[in-house]
């Protein structure tokens, strides 16, 4: 299979030959990994009981879905991803907003599963073969895990959406297996290591569970649906029918694999970490099963997170290719798993990753959303690629390439959030505001939208739009190369 030549550049028509299916195998088969299983064994590690450890990430999943979903249209009608979609609203430079929050949630989510893929990995090659736990054990573990990541990523979407497919049913089989192995000692009481509820009540607990197991999932995507909806063409498969695919996809890519993390966790009375006590508890026959969750499904998540941030630096570095992005990221992202590893607790660096991210991220999604629905969903899509082509004009250069009032919006829901999360090490002062309770994701989004709203009254994107269709306009609306 050819290595994929295309950057952050419009897709030709001819090009777009996925569709709804592959959507769904997509984000269903990369998702079933332990850097996204891991994810259901936060609850149980706040002290939540069963239950309510399963509606948290159920609730928490619904409702990121209902506002990420939606962003996979974007891509569909621009044919490019979606940070460099954002140009719509934030401007053709402006959009670098966009960019650099998808390759921070890419380049966090990478690591995480190569972390913890290569602990799980490490810890089975222990009672298989007497491997050491040791630096030298989980260097080469890290490292080939790292290395495999980069051949899937640099060769494109073509190898990742193969390698989605095997996945989608490989893994299925092995997390059926996995129930099997760990059921017979799967419990739904709270696990009393966990020392009680970690926000001191079950209510500003069970929230936190809620936004940082279930809320993160769909919200790690609102910068990656675009890379996958791009090569799907609107002329052959209708708006409703790619939602109600990425709707299908998010649901069940996400809550399969973090309700398994969830039973595993109690099964192995995983309260302070989930790698180790996931592989003590393995009965000696799910060890190899174990073996090959750990290896293939990270390979197929990092991968498909890898291949996003070699995207989202491709739009920044423009002069720099897909792959030669691909490649440097993929060297940052192996330097993130080391220092997660030997400096963090897995539970303090997942909620304050994932809090914080959500914070920043949200407000731009229900800007691009906003943006989305006034010029219904319609764009110039030659006028978005004017950044990448080192030029400038356009219906969206607005101040030299940035539209102040969405990006102030942005900038401003942003700090609200962060002056309002809530993390094992620092508590925003907007949270007596809030009952102790984080509420950051919800006022940032809030505020971010709010502003942008009445930023830009008497603002019509749709009109610039229709402008954009006009022979006139489009002639006085050259773009011109720079120097």
């Known amino acids: 299979m050819p290595m994929e030549q295309r950057g952050v550049d419009t897709i030709p028509e001819e090009e ?8 769904v195998s997509i984000l269903l088969g990369s998702n079933l990994c332990l850097g996204v299983i891991v994810f259901g064994w936060l609850p149980p590690s706040f002290g939540l009981g069963w239950w309510a450890s399963v509606s948290s990430i159920v609730v928490g999943t619904l409702a990121g879905t209902a506002l990420t979903a939606p962003l996979a249209l974007i891509s569909l009608r621009t044919a490019t991803n979606l940070s460099t979609s954002s140009g719509a609203q934030f401007g053709v430079r402006g959009r670098l907003v966009g960019s650099v929050v998808g390759l921070l949630l890419a380049l966090g989510y990478t690591a995480l599963t190569v972390w913890i893929g290569g602990d799980v990995m490490v810890g089975a090659l222990g009672r298989l073969i007497g491997l050491p736990a040791n630096g030298v054990s989980y260097g080469v573990v890290y ?39 760990y059921a017979p000692h799967f419990t739904t009481d709270a696990l009393p290591e966990a020392g009680g509820y ?21 919200i790690a995507f609102i910068t990656l649906l675009g ?20 709707w299908l996809g998010l649901i069940l890519g996400l809550l399969v694999p973090q309700l398994f993390g969830t039973f595993t966790s109690y099964a192995a009375r995983a309260a302070l970490d989930y790698a180790g006590p996931l592989v003590d508890a393995s009965p000696a026959w799910y060890l190899v ?31 720099a290719s897909r792959a030669r992005a691909t490649y440097t990221v ?25 809090l914080l991210l959500t914070a920043v991220g949200t407000p731009w999604a229900v800007i691009t959303l906003i943006g989305f629905a006034r010029c219904r969903g319609v764009y110039d899509a030659d006028a978005l690629q ?58 940032s989004g809030l505020v971010g939208g709010v502003a942008y709203v009445l930023l830009t009254v008497g603002e019509s994107d749709a009109a610039r739009e229709r402008a954009a269709t006009d022979t006139e306009s489009v002639a006085a609306l050259t773009v011109t190369a720079e120097n």
């Open 16 to 23: 777009r030959t996925s569709g709804p299916r592959d959507l």
């Open 143 to 181: 490292g080939l895990l790292a290395a495999a990541t980069v051949a899937g990523a640099v060769y494109g979407y073509r190898v990742l959406l193969a390698m989605s497919r095997v996945l989608a049913v490989g893994m299925t089989a092995l997390l059926v297996l996995g129930v099997i192995a």
């Open 198 to 218: 970690l926000l001191g009540g079950f209510w500003p607990t069970w929230l936190l569970a809620t936004v940082a197991a279930g809320l993160s999932g769909p």
């Open 227 to 246: 890379d996958y909806t791009r090569y799907i063409s609107p002329a052959r498969h209708t708006s409703r029918r790619v939602l109600h695919a990425t």
């Open 289 to 319: 099963p174990l073996l090959l969750a750990a290896s293939a499904g990270s390979v197929g998540n990092a991968g498909l997170m890898l291949y996003s941030m070699g995207l989202d630096l491709d739009a920044i570095l423009p002069r």
């Open 330 to 354: 993929a060297v940052v992202a192996t330097i993130c798993v080391f220092v997660g590893h030997y400096a963090s607790t897995a539970q303090d660096a997942m909620t304050s990753f994932v």
């Open 386 to 443: 004017v950044f990448n082509r080192r030029a400038r004009g356009g219906i969206y250069w607005y101040r030299s390439g940035w539209n102040i009032p969405a990006t102030v919006s942005w900038a401003l829901g942003a700090a609200v959030g962060l002056l309002a999360v809530s993390l094992p090490s620092y508590e925003g002062p907007l949270l007596p505001l809030t009952g102790g309770v984080d509420c950051s994701f919800l006022l």
